[in-house]
C-alpha cells in the first residue's frame, strides 16, 4: 500500500527541478495526518488506492505504481473527482505547502519554489 | 477573585476590556471574566493548518474542539452539531483579547450614511431594517478614542474623502506595498477615490510598544512585535494597573443572577480553581455582557428566572435575531510582474466609492487588497474554475501565480432580517451542562444583490489594473457570523423591536449592559471592530455618568 501511496502523491506533485511530494515529507505530514486528525480518511483513501490498483492490473501486466508516470496520470484522471482521491490530493498539498511544523515541505522547499518569504520575526530577525 | 465587585464585565474581547478600563479607572472594582485563557505570541503559533484563516483541523485560539459545540440548522432545514472549526460554527477567538489578538486589525468607522440605513433606502419586506438611535456625529469623539487610545494607522486627508473627522490619527498610514500604486493608479482612471487602509497596527512605535515588523502573518496569528493593538496589550493592562480590576481567565459565565424582584445582582461561572472546574457565584451592582453577538445571547437567554421565563433581555422575544456579519465577495487576477515581497500585513488601499449610491441596490460595501496569504490558502482558493489542482500544471501554476496574484476583496453590508436567528438548544451542552446556542436563518434578497453589484466592480479594478485571467465566485445565502458577528441585541428606542437603549443599557434594567458588535443596528459595509471599540467607550462613560 506504501508504494502505491507514494506513487500516487508523486503524480498529485510530481518532481520536476523541484521534489515530489514525497520526496518533500508529505509521506510525513500524511503518517502523522492519518493517525491524528484526518484519521477518518485513513480507511477510504485505502480503500480507493486498492480499487485503482486493481484497476490498473485488470488494465495492464502490473500494480499502479509501476505504470509508467503517463499511464498513471490517465487512470488517475478517470478517478479524479472520486471523494478519497479529492481528499488525498487536498491532504497532499497541505503536506507540501503548509509549515515544516506539520510534518512536511521539508526544508520550506515549496516556499521557495513559489517565493513565500516565512517571515516568522518580520524584521526582528 | 472577592465576592462581589462594583462591576462585572463578561468577555475580554474588542468590547468587554474596553470598558473594563474605563470602568476601572473611573475608581470602579471589576471582575473581568474571560472564558480562554491568556496566550503569547509563541502559544497561538503559526500553525497553518490550524488557525482562524484555515481551520480545517482546529483553530489556535479556543474554543477547544471537544466540548464546546454548538447547533446549525442549514438552509435545507437540516440539523448539524458542530465543532468549533466546522462552518456553520461561526467561531470567533475565545481567548483573552478575543478577536483582537489574531485580526487583521482593520479599523473602520461606520460612515454616517450607515446609522441612517433605514431613511435612506426604505425597510425591504422581510428585512428589519432600520436607523441606529444615535448619529455618527454622536459616536465620532469614541472612534477618535479608540483610534487613539487603541492606536490606528492611517492618513487623516486621505480618509477626510469619506468622513467628516476632527483629529487626525495617531500615526502615519503602513508603508506601501506593490499592489498599493498599482490599484490606485487604476482606481483613479475609473474615478474611484481610494485610501490607505486604516489599521489597530503601529506604523511607527506608539505608546510603548514596537512598531509592525512586516512579518506577514497578522491574520489569524498573535504579533511577534507585539505591534498589532487589541484589547490584551492596551486597555486591559490599563485596568489592571488601577489595582481595581482583577482578571479571570478561564472563567465561562454560566448565567446572570437576579434576586426575587427580578434584578441583576451577579453572575454564577465555572472558573478553575486548584486546576478543578468549580461553580461560583460573584455579586456585582452592575454586569455588562461582551462575549460576542452569539454568546453574549447565550448567556443572555440562559438567565431564566420567573421574571425572566425566557432569558434577560427577551421580553417581546427579540434577543438573538438579526445575525449579521458579512458576505464577502472578491475577484482575483494575475499581474505580470510580482506583487509580493512578503512584507505584511498585505492589505494596503481600499476605495469606499461603492458603499452608498448604488443604482438599483442597498448600500453597499468597501474593497480593498486582501492579507498575504498562507501558501496553503491560496492552493485552497487561489485556482481559478478549470484550473486542475494536481498534476504538474498545478505545481507549475503555484510557481507561477503566487507572487503575482492580487486579491481584491470586499464585506457587503448586510439588509438584516429577524429570521437569521441565535437560539438555546437545551438538549445539547458544553462540557459544564450549559446549554449551547442553535444558529439559524439565511441572508437577506437585499443583501444577495449588492454583493452581486459590489463583485462586478472588484472585477473592474483588477481588469483596470492590468490583471491577466480576472475571476470570481458567487456567494451563498447562508448565515453569516463569524469574526464579523453582530445585531443580536441591537441598540434602539422601540422596546418590541430592541434589546438596549441608545446606551446599551438593557431594556427594563437599569443595572445590566451590553457592550459588543450585539448592539449593531446594521453591520456596515466594513469590518466592524472599531465600532465595537468606539460603542465600547461609550457604554462605559455612559455607566459611569449613571453610577455618580
Known amino acids: 500500500m506504501k508504494s502505491i501511496l507514494i506513487a500516487v502523491i508523486d503524480r498529485i506533485i510530481p518532481a520536476d527541478d523541484f521534489p515530489s511530494a514525497s520526496q518533500a515529507g508529505v509521506m510525513n505530514y500524511l503518517a502523522r495526518q492519518f493517525v491524528g486528525d484526518a484519521q477518518q480518511w485513513a480507511e477510504p483513501i485505502e480503500t480507493g488506492l486498492e480499487s485503482l490498483d486493481a484497476q490498473a492490473r485488470q488494465k495492464s501486466a502490473c500494480g499502479f505504481a509501476e505504470l509508467p508516470a503517463e499511464k498513471q496520470d490517465e487512470l488517475l484522471a478517470s478517478i479524479e473527482s472520486e471523494r478519497f482521491f479529492e481528499e488525498l490530493v487536498a491532504l497532499t498539498s497541505e503536506g507540501f505547502y503548509a509549515d515544516t511544523g506539520n510534518g512536511g515541505n521539508f526544508g520550506e522547499i515549496s516556499w521557495k519554489m513559489i517565493g513565500y518569504l516565512p517571515r516568522e520575526k518580520g524584521d526582528l530577525e | 477573585m472577592k465576592d462581589s465587585y462594583d462591576a462585572i464585565v463578561v468577555g475580554s474581547g474588542a468590547g468587554g476590556g474596553i470598558v473594563a478600563c474605563v470602568l476601572a479607572e473611573a475608581g470602579q472594582t471589576v471582575l473581568l471574566l474571560e472564558r480562554g485563557k491568556t496566550m503569547s505570541y509563541t502559544q497561538v503559533s503559526l500553525d497553518h493548518v490550524r488557525n482562524h484563516r484555515f481551520g480545517k483541523y482546529g483553530n489556535n485560539t479556543g474554543p477547544e474542539l471537544e466540548g464546546h459545540p454548538r447547533v446549525f440548522i442549514d438552509s435545507a432545514g437540516k440539523r448539524h452539531v458542530l465543532q468549533p472549526h466546522q462552518g456553520g460554527y461561526m467561531n470567533n477567538a ?307 501565480k503566487y507572487v503575482k496574484c492580487i486579491h481584491v476583496q470586499g464585506p457587503v453590508q448586510e439588509i438584516p432580517n429577524p429570521e437569521a436567528r441565535v437560539q438555546v438548544d437545551p438538549t445539547v451542552r458544553d462540557r459544564y451542562g450549559i446549554p449551547v446556542v442553535k444558529l439559524s436563518g439565511k441572508i437577506h434578497q437585499a443583501t444577495s444583490d449588492v454583493a452581486d453589484f459590489l463583485r462586478e466592480k472588484a472585477m473592474l479594478w483588477l481588469k483596470t489594473a492590468g490583471a491577466e485571467n480576472t475571476w470570481t465566485w458567487g456567494h451563498g445565502m447562508g448565515l453569516t457570523g463569524g469574526q464579523h458577528q453582530a445585531g443580536t441585541a441591537r441598540m434602539g428606542n422601540d422596546v418590541k423591536a430592541s434589546v438596549t437603549d441608545s446606551w446599551g443599557r438593557v431594556h427594563g434594567h437599569d443595572n445590566l449592559y451590553i457592550a459588543d458588535g450585539s448592539l449593531h443596528v446594521t453591520n456596515g459595509g466594513m469590518n466592524p471592530v472599531l465600532t465595537i471599540m468606539a460603542l465600547a467607550f461609550r457604554v462605559g462613560e455612559g455607566i459611569v455618568a449613571n453610577s455618580r
Open chain 2, 94 to 400: 475565545m481567548v483573552e483579547g478575543g478577536g483582537t489578538l489574531i485580526y487583521g486589525a482593520q479599523a473602520w468607522r461606520f460612515l454616517p450614511k450607515d446609522f441612517r440605513m433605514a431613511s435612506i433606502y426604505g425597510t425591504p419586506a422581510g428585512s428589519s431594517l432600520s436607523d441606529w438611535p444615535i448619529t455618527y456625529d454622536e459616536l465620532e469623539p469614541y472612534y477618535e478614542r479608540a483610534e487613539w487610545e487603541i492606536g490606528v494607522s492611517c492618513d487623516h486627508t486621505e480618509a477626510s474623502q469619506f468622513w467628516p473627522r476632527k483629529k487626525p490619527f495617531p500615526m502615519p498610514p503602513m508603508e506601501d506595498r506593490p499592489p498599493r500604486p498599482v490599484l490606485r493608479k487604476a482606481a483613479h482612471s475609473l474615478g474611484w477615490k481610494t485610501m490607505p487602509v486604516p489599521v489597530l497596527i503601529n506604523s511607527v512605535p506608539y505608546n510603548g510598544r514596537q512598531a509592525c515588523v512586516h512579518c506577514g502573518c497578522c491574520i489569524g496569528f498573535a504579533c511577534p512585535s507585539d505591534g498589532k493593538n487589541g484589547s490584551q496589550n492596551t486597555v486591559i493592562p490599563r485596568a489592571l494597573a488601577t489595582g481595581l480590576c482583577d482578571r479571570v481567565t478561564q472563567a465561562m459565565a454560566e448565567r446572570i443572577d437576579t434576586d426575587s424582584q427580578g434584578k441583576v445582582i451577579g453572575v454564577t461561572m465555572v472558573v478553575m480553581i486548584d486546576g478543578q472546574p468549580q461553580r461560583k457565584s460573584v455579586r456585582a451592582k452592575r454586569v455588562i455582557v461582551s462575549g460576542g453577538a452569539i454568546e453574549t445571547t447565550r448567556l443572555l437567554m440562559n438567565s431564566t428566572s420567573t421574571h425572566h421565563p425566557n432569558g434577560l433581555g427577551n421580553e417581546h422575544d427579540y434577543l438573538g435575531r438579526n445575525l449579521q456579519g458579512h458576505v464577502y465577495v472578491g475577484a482575483v487576477g494575475y499581474m505580470q510582474d510580482s506583487m509580493y515581497d512578503g512584507r505584511g500585513p498585505g492589505v494596503s488601499i481600499a476605495t469606499l466609492q461603492f458603499n452608498h449610491g448604488n443604482p438599483g441596490v442597498v448600500g453597499g460595501g468597501l474593497l480593498a487588497d486582501e492579507f498575504i496569504k498562507l501558501p496553503i490558502i491560496f492552493w485552497n482558493s487561489g485556482f481559478p474554475p478549470g484550473e486542475k489542482k494536481w498534476g504538474l500544471s498545478a505545481k507549475r501554476f503555484m510557481r507561477e
